[in-house]
Structures are given as C-alpha cells and as structure tokens.
C-alpha cells in the first residue's frame, strides 16, 4: 500500500491518480501535533521542519499499514532533494519496515525513474497512467482556482469562517469526481458554493497582503498555522505565490498565479542574482512583482533552518526598504504557537493598512483592485 | 574603469552610475571559503597589482558583530563571515567574494555560499562594492574564463598578466593543497611558513571532519586542534585522506551526495571508517548547518555498518562554552585512550601523511 506525505491538496490528486489506476494507497492522518512530535523525535536536531512532519506522516502511514513511501528527489542544492535518502535511513535505523521509493525527474535517472514508475503502478498500462495523471492534474487545476477565490472573499465574509466552511465542501464534491464530464459540472457548483457565502460592506477596500515563501509551508495550512484564514480573518484580500498546480508543472509559467518563474527571476536580479535552491530567488523576486501589482505587505513564511529563504530573510529587508513595502517573516518550527503567530499578523495588517491610508497612491493600484474585484468575485 | 556586468555588486542606490574608481585595496573576509581558497585567491589578486587586506582571526568582536546583523537561522560560519565584512568596511575599496556555485559537475556547493554575495550587501548600508566572479563547472570552461578574466580587468587590461597571474594562483592553490595533504598545520600552511604538523607518528590518532571554516576556526571551535594536539594526539583531517579513498568510499552510496564539500567530508571521514585509518573521529558541525544535518545521518549510519568507530558529533554555535567543550574532548580522548591500551594496536596500517 503507498503513501505519500500530507501536502494541502496533494491528496485530492495523488490519491486520484491511484483511484484511477486501481492502486492500494494509505492516506497518512491529517498531520497534528503528534506527527511533529513523532518527526522530531527521529529526524536530526537542526534538519528542517518539513522533513520532520513528512517523517512523521511516514510513520503514522506504516502505523496504519503503508509499505510503500513516495517521495520525490532532486539534485540539489536545497535539502528537500535529499529528503528520500535521509527518511529511508532514518526509518530503516529505527526499525520501520517500509520501503522508500524516490521519483526522481532528471534526464541522466531516466531508467532509474521508470523502473520505479514501474513499480508504482503494478502492471497498469502507461496510457492509462498518463491518463489519470492528466485527469489528475485537472482537479488540481479546479481545486487551486478555488482555493484562489477563497483567498480573495474571505474578508468579505459576513460570518467569519463560513468561506473555509464552504471550501470544505468544495474539495468533498471534486473529490469524489471520477470523470471529465463530472469534473465540469462539479466547477460550476463549487463556484456557485463560494459565491453564495454571505458578504458584508466594507468601509474601505481591504488590505492587500500577499503570501510568499517556501512551498511546503505556503501549501499546507496545518502546517503554516492556517495563516491565510488568520489573515482573511483580519479582513485582508489575500494572494499567494505559490499554487499546487503552478508546483506541479514543470513549465514555470504558473497560470494561477499569473507571474511566469522568469518574470520573478528577473524581478528579483537587482536584490539576488544567482538561484539559491528552492524558492530563495522567487520569495524575493514575487516581493517585487507584488509591489508592482499594488499589494500593501507580503507576508514571508520560512521553517526553521531552510537554507534558500534564510537567504531571501537576509535580503528581503533590503528589498522593503528599496521597494516601500513592509514584509513580515515568519519563522515557523515544532515549537511555534498560534497565539504568538495571530498577535503578529495582527499588528503586521494594521500596518499594511495604515500606511496604505498614508500613502494618498493614485491611479494604478486602485485600478488593479477593482479590475480584480469585477473579474474575480 | 567601466564595472564588470555582474561582477560587481554595488549598494542599491549607486546601481545606475556603471562607473567606479579603479580597485586598489581588496578586502578578503577571513571566514567560509577563505579557509579553502585564500592562497589563490591572494596570489591572483596581488600578481594584478592589488592590495589584499584580511580580516585577521576572528575574535569576541567580530562575531558578536556579525551576530547581531545576520539573521538569526543562519549557520554559525555565515555569522562569523558577515563579522569579517563589517570589520572590513571603511577599509577597502572593495570585497571579494566570489560565488562559487558548483566546483565539480552535478554537485553544488551550499545554498548559503550561492546567495553570499547577495546577502553580505543587503547587511549593511554601506558596504563596499563587492567583486563576486560567478565559478559554475555546470557551465563551460570559457563561461569561468570569462568570469575570471572579468576580474582581471578591473586591474589591468593587459590579457598576459591575468593569464600570467591565474596561473600563479593555479600553482599556490595546488601548493597549499599539498601541504594540507601532508597535515601542515592549516593556517602555516595558507603562509607557506614552517610550522608544526598535525600528525607525527603519535600513538593515538584522531580524525577531525568537518568544513574548514569550521575546523580551522580557531576562535569558533576554541582552538581544538591545538588543544588536541596539546593532548598528545595525532590529528587527521580531510585534506589528508587521498581523493580516490573519498572517491571509492562515496561510489557506494546508493544516492549520491550533491553538495561538494560533503561529499569531501562524507567520503573522507568513511574512508577513515573503512579504512581503520584512525582510533576515533571527532564530527565538528555548526548548528544549523543545512547539508550537515542530512549527512551525519548518513555518516552515522554508514559509521555503524561499516563496524563502528567511536564518534563524538560536536556541534557548535555562538554560545558554545569553553568549558562544556574541553570536557567532552577529554572524555573522549580518555575513552580511546582506554580502549587503546586494552586492545594494543594492530599492524600500524596504511599511514596517510608523511
């Protein structure tokens, strides 16, 4: 039986892709506290924390009876690209019977990547895999549009959560979607679920905070302590940078998001000039482009002792400082609370906010909210 | 003197005017790679014309300064590097520090050392410009010509006297080289001056792993090769185990190690392991130091399987306290020691320095 890490949606598409290819898979639990604790206990002191909570989903998975882990490698520099081999000693060192099976997408692993494809899918045809992998990949596509609207309404809601209560059911009826034609009809209901959430007037047009960071950590809400829903909470119209979809395709041109791998490459050359692994160069580089696009704070999410956004944490005062827009980061480990989190995007919004009201900013920024406004919701 | 397109790191607010005075005083922060690099370094900066200013040793000053303005997740060592170029500031005209992506094809160095440049200009206001020549063996041979070259010319515009003045470099950095492999001690060696050596034929031989920057710190690591040695102890480190020891040790890994300085690390300290080149080895790692967390898993594993060597993981960072850490070093010495005098040592082996 295979399992994979908890990872936001990822579930809603993997555990499609094996439903598809009629695969036995375990969802591990949803991570909580005892994941943290089970990953930190095994995992070394200082590696980071998504190691620790994927371990820790790893081993919840076996305890529920998981004999295959996936997990994806690469070839550095970022950590994340050494994940497979490291979880696979340290399981194997403490006496976890499983075993590892790391996709690595290089050109030189070619043969090495489809004997383990060929293990993944145990005799089911290619085509039939590409086929569920497409289809897959549409439901990613829906669920991140939803999710995107869902970033966008949730301070307008008129009963705090109802939009998340929304969401909820949202995913539930894509989930449970096992063809094209399905799929279509379910998009127009998931929309038609979002909109229908009750709003209420604003006095002023919300605060625009944008999301930046590593991607394990933007993507998970349990992970980042449900930061978006704190924030929609707090009355922001919020934007991430980074979506499952745009993760997932290998193109860098991320739809959803709007701003292509490049664009923020080459917004983020005066600041960092070389890639440092990871999201390093496009945390910094998003901060730019979402300055451009009139946003009022960037809120900056880094686990303890990821080396790439270390690098982007050392830079990105620099950047706010040239480019006049305040940005919180976020340092987030086993040991951090929601308390001390919620009192900081609380004193970081009202900043956004008042020095939004300070700034009599004509003409562009407006503009883009409102043509965002028509468009979106 | 026109700026070479990026090899120059500038302040933000000086970015447009594509214009700075000739380079005379170079600054060279003591920390991180110089502990790898800085004879060449310094060989090809002076055969230009220039003047290399160092930052010394590191001392209480220098990290506490480098403590408060990096950010507080970063690695002990980048801490102790932004200490050294602050304590530069004022001093120079400019910085060198080279951005060494990669130094062997389908490796990279640590992420940190990518984006080193980028991060000692956002510390401080007002830095000096930085000469950041990008090294990438990813790329062709020509591409780190030009990189180089590019360098060269902010001093001279005579072509021979940079060729003249790499191949200069060449030779200091393979000089330096050797004498590391012969156990110099390290900071004689980077002088080329006669000092003590490491290993001399002691009994009991400890290997030390661990980067450089760590090891040779003497300040950070309070000085644990001298007091070693002050031990009676013979010391080998790294650059003492042959490349094609580390080379075979690191073949049969099933995943290979993508970062540059630990596969040196990882295969030199398993080449000890396999090899029984030592009585015990002592991990020096800095706390939060990325790579290393993923590879003393490795190592430790691959330690245990391999039949066990004693090891003592040190792991240090700017609160380490001197007393804490003589205590664990004499502990450990007197447990080797111990087992030394029990097991009386086989077949003196394959010595690995002169």
Not at chain 1, 44 to 64: D, H, Q, R, S, W
């Amino acid at each position: 039986m295979i399992t994979w890490p908890r990872m936001g949606s990822l579930d809603v598409v993997l555990s499609s892709v094996f439903e598809e290819m009629g695969v036995d898979y375990v969802l591990p639990p949803p991570s909580s506290q005892r994941t943290l604790e089970l990953g930190a206990r095994y995992a070394p002191e200082f590696a980071c924390v998504p190691l620790k909570t994927t371990l820790g989903n790893y081993i919840e998975a076996i305890e529920k009876g998981a004999d295959t882990m996936l997990m994806i490698a690469g070839k550095g520099p970022c950590r994340f690209g050494f994940y497979a081999e490291t979880q696979r000693r340290i399981l194997e060192e403490a006496g976890f019977r499983a075993e590892m099976v790391a996709l690595e997408f290089h050109l030189d692993r070619l043969g090495e990547l489809i004997r383990n494809i060929n293990r993944l899918k145990q005799g089911g045809s290619w085509v039939r895999l590409l086929r569920a992998i497409r289809f897959a990949l549409h439901k990613a596509f829906l669920v991140d549009r939803l999710e995107q609207q869902a970033l966008h309404q949730r301070c307008f809601d008129a009963e705090k959560g109802a939009t998340s209560r929304a969401l909820e059911r949202a995913y539930e009826l894509v989930r449970r979607c096992s063809d094209h034609r399905g799929l279509r009809e379910v998009e127009g209901q998931c929309f038609e679920l979002l909109r229908s959430v009750r709003r209420r007037q604003l006095r002023e047009p919300p605060v625009r905070i944008a999301i930046v960071g590593e991607f394990f950590l933007v993507l998970d809400p349990w992970f980042n302590l449900q930061v978006e829903e704190q924030l929609g909470d707090l009355g922001a119209w919020v934007e991430r940078s980074v979506y499952l979809t745009d993760w997932l395709r290998p193109s860098g041109r991320n739809p959803i998001l709007g701003h292509s791998d490049r664009e923020s490459e080459e917004a983020a050359r005066p600041y960092l000039s070389h890639f440092v692994g990871g999201e390093g160069i496009h945390s910094v580089g998003h901060t730019v482009l979402f300055k451009r696009d009139g946003f009022d704070g960037v809120l900056h999410l880094l686990p303890f002792t990821c080396m790439p956004e270390t690098i982007a944490k050392g830079i990105l005062p620099l950047v706010s400082r040239d480019q006049g827009i305040p940005v919180l980061s976020l340092v987030i480990d086993e040991q951090t609370g929601k308390a001390g989190v919620a009192t900081r995007l609380e004193a970081f919004c009202d900043l956004a906010r008042y020095r939004r009201r300070q700034s009599d900013r004509p003409g562009p920024r407006s503009a883009v909210f409102s043509s965002a406004a028509a468009s979106g919701f | 003197m026109e700026m070479g397109a990026g090899i120059i790191l500038a302040g933000i607010g000086e970015r447009q005017d594509g214009r700075c005075r000739k380079p005379r005083r170079i600054g060279v922060p003591s920390g991180l790679l110089y502990y790898k690099y800085f004879p060449l370094w310094k060989a090809f900066l002076e055969e230009l014309g220039a003047e290399v200013v160092e930052s010394g040793k590191t001392t209480r000053a220098i990290l506490s300064a480098g403590v408060s303005k990096a950010e507080n997740e970063s690695c002990l060592p980048v801490k102790v590097f932004y200490g050294h170029a602050l304590a530069l500031r004022g001093r120079v005209d400019a910085l060198f520090i080279p951005r060494l992506v990669s130094v062997e094809k389908r490796t990279h160095t640590c992420p940190k050392l990518l984006g080193l440049p980028d991060l000692v200009r956002a510390a401080a206001e007002d830095m000096p410009p930085i000469i950041c020549p990008t090294i990438d063996f990813h790329h062709s041979f020509w591409q780190n010509y030009r990189s180089v070259y590019k360098v060269g010319r902010l001093f001279t515009a005579d072509p021979l006297r940079i060729i003249r003045a790499g191949l200069k470099a060449w030779t200091r950095h393979l000089e330096y080289q050797k004498r590391l492999a012969e156990g110099w001690e390290p900071l004689a060696a980077m002088r080329g001056e006669a000092g003590g050596r490491l290993a001399e034929g002691r009994r009991l031989r400890i290997a030390v792993m661990g980067h450089h920057y760590n090891v040779f710190d003497t300040f950070t690591t309070m000085s644990l090769l001298e007091r070693l040695r002050g031990m009676g102890v013979d010391i080998i480190t790294q650059d003492m185990v042959p490349e094609e020891w580390k080379e075979r040790e690191l073949r049969r890994l099933p995943k290979q190690i993508y970062w540059n300085y630990e596969r040196e690390l990882a295969g030199a300290l398993l080449a000890c392991v396999s090899r029984r080149l030592v009585d015990g080895i002592i991990f020096v790692i800095s706390f939060a130091c990325g790579p290393d967390s993923m590879v003393h898993v490795l190592c430790e594993q691959e330690r245990k399987r391999l039949g066990g060597l004693p090891m003592l993981t040190l792991v240090i960072d700017e609160h380490t306290g001197e007393a804490g850490l003589i205590t664990r070093i004499e502990a450990f010495v007197d447990m080797l020691r111990r087992v030394h005098g029990r097991k009386g040592r086989e077949a003196d082996g394959e010595l690995v320095s002169a």
